[in-house]
């Protein structure tokens, strides 16, 4: 059970869930706050909200398995490994700072397009690139996941990530921006400043590590020549050859099938229209989930997609049969990516000449490597159909916020963290508390603090919860146990509580 550690984890918070809809009642706020007594969940339920998880979100699961097809595909193409591998050399000697420019990348496109399940398309890119480099898996996972949420922390403009905030509160959406810039960039600090204290450890350990192997190895040497010494000396100048050669440390680098395609022959391979295509991706990623309306109030994408499949050649919408239905950019989903990437894999399967069957095969042992953290997906919204369903949570939100009268940074930071361990998408999450939470504290000076609390609450939680989607999924996907991550994660979490904590007294005070 050891390598399914991370489906063992995700379990056994199911059943909690499904633990506390027998002890706890459940409420939910409309205008009132309504009691329904105990709204308990069955053992029918527990098989059959798998598939209402995946009539709802089904397809953020499909969209993880099209991109590891996708990347299988790419193993097929030896320009994939070359690229990579070119890339690594012109980071040697500058891998540090690769790394951090990675993870500043990724917290900069969550917090301002709200691209933390958009970019899950470049991770498995990512995850070679840090492993080439000669990280460790854990390293991997802080970049993506660390990143990540604290771009979520630190959300500026990605609308889709707490655009329901001021929708819920009245307030504007760009209330606060200083000091959302401000938790951003402390965050990406401390992030990077653990990842270089994370990988440091590690060398020092690897090293120790390496010198104790050596040691075993020259005292067997040793005690194997002495006793070679005694039967016959002519053996001597050998036997110190050997023992002499096993002073030097030899590190062997083993490269992961997993992660990191395989090696390619020596032949050249024209990794441009690789490189392009993939910039392409990118570049239509950004674009498609900037929320140019609701961000910034402009309307140019619309208007642009209106034109687009409106246009008419000899009274026929040609490009409007072709695309079909299509969303302005601004409005797309991860389900959008999945034409996207299919389009552009057999682009590139045409431009490389890989056979069909090569392509299905590919594509077919790519899924098969995402299919662990799809499978985590569907299981983490099945987490968010418990408790949509029975909603227990409410309680437990009401008892804390009682506590005080009025608004108290504290208490709502609580219920901010809670209501993220509940739910898995940052919309629900903020649903679940803050329309009692503004029936409770109706001074709207506020709100613009209760904002930037609950998205901060929610990328902390995000960072370390087993309902967390790029966590657990992450962890899956590396086959990195729960238990290690916590081990690696834990002092960052402390220094962003008290950071966060130290931010919201200030913003009190002024």
């Known amino acids: 059970m050891k390598k399914h550690n991370t489906f063992k984890v995700v379990l056994i918070t199911l059943l909690v869930m499904m633990l506390l809809t027998w002890i706890l009642p459940a409420a939910y706020y409309s205008g009132t706050y309504v009691d329904q007594g105990r709204v308990q969940m069955g053992l029918f339920d527990l098989f059959s909200y798998p598939m209402t998880s995946i009539s709802y979100f089904g397809y953020i699961a499909a969209f993880v398995l099209v991109v590891g097809g996708f990347y299988g595909v790419l193993n097929k193409i030896g320009a994939y490994r070359t690229m990579l591998d070119k890339l690594v050399a012109k980071f040697k000697g500058k891998e540090v700072v690769v790394l951090s420019i990675i993870m500043v990348l990724i917290a900069l496109l969550t917090s301002i397009c709200g691209l933390q399940l958009g970019l899950i398309i ?63 960039f402390l965050g990406m600090v401390l992030l990077i400043f653990n990842t270089i204290w994370y990988i440091r450890k590690s060398m020092k350990n690897d090293k120790k590590a390496n010198v104790k192997k050596v040691t075993v190895k020259e005292e067997k040497k040793t005690t194997k020549s002495t006793k070679a010494k005694t039967t016959n000396k002519k053996s001597s100048k050998n036997t ?23 090696a390619v022959s020596a032949n050249k391979h024209v990794v441009w229209p690789l490189a392009l295509i993939l910039f392409l991706i990118f570049v239509i990623l950004v674009l498609a989930f900037i929320s140019w309306s609701g961000a ?35 409005s797309w989903s991860v389900m959008d990516l999945i034409t996207v990437l299919m389009v552009f894999m057999f682009v590139l399967a045409l431009i490389y000449k890989v056979k069909f069957d090569e392509v299905i095969d590919g594509f077919a042992k790519g899924v098969k490597r995402a299919l662990a953290p799809a499978v985590i997906f569907v299981l983490l919204y099945t987490i968010l159909v418990i408790t949509t369903y029975h909603p227990f949570q ?24 809670l209501s993220a361990f509940f739910n898995v998408d940052p919309a629900y999450a903020f649903q679940s508390s803050l329309p009692y939470l503004a029936s ?67 913003l009190i005070l002024i």
């Open 240 to 262: 110190k050859a050997a023992v002499k050669e096993e002073n030097v440390i030899v590190v062997s680098e083993e490269e992961d099938s997993d992660y990191v395609p395989i």
């Open 394 to 417: 409410l309680v437990i939100y009401k008892a804390i916020l009682g506590i005080t009268d009025g608004f108290n940074v504290f208490t709502t930071f609580i219920v901010g963290i």
């Open 122 to 184: 470049f991770f498995p890119m990512i995850v070679s690139l840090i492993l080439l480099m000669g990280y460790d898996k854990i390293v991997a996972a802080l970049a993506i996941v660390g990143s990540t949420m604290i771009g979520m922390l630190g959300t500026t403009f990605g609308y889709n990530n707490t655009g329901i905030i001021p929708s819920i509160l009245g307030n504007n959406f760009t209330d606060d921006m200083l000091t959302k810039c401000i938790l951003l």
């Open 440 to 506: 409770i504290v109706t001074n709207a000076d506020n709100y613009p603090i209760v904002a930037v609390i609950y998205q901060a609450a929610y990328g902390l939680t995000m960072l370390v919860a087993p309902t967390s989607l790029i966590l657990m999924g992450t962890l899956s996907y590396l086959k990195v146990s729960y238990g290690k991550w916590f081990k690696a994660i834990w002092k960052l979490l402390l220094e962003l509580l008290v950071v966060l904590l130290i931010v919201f007294t200030v």
């Open 296 to 330: 910034f109030g402009l309307t140019a994408m619309n208007d642009a997609t209106t034109a687009v499949t409106g246009f008419e050649v000899f009274g026929f919408a040609l490009f409007g049969k072709l695309l079909g239905t299509v969303n302005a950019f601004g």
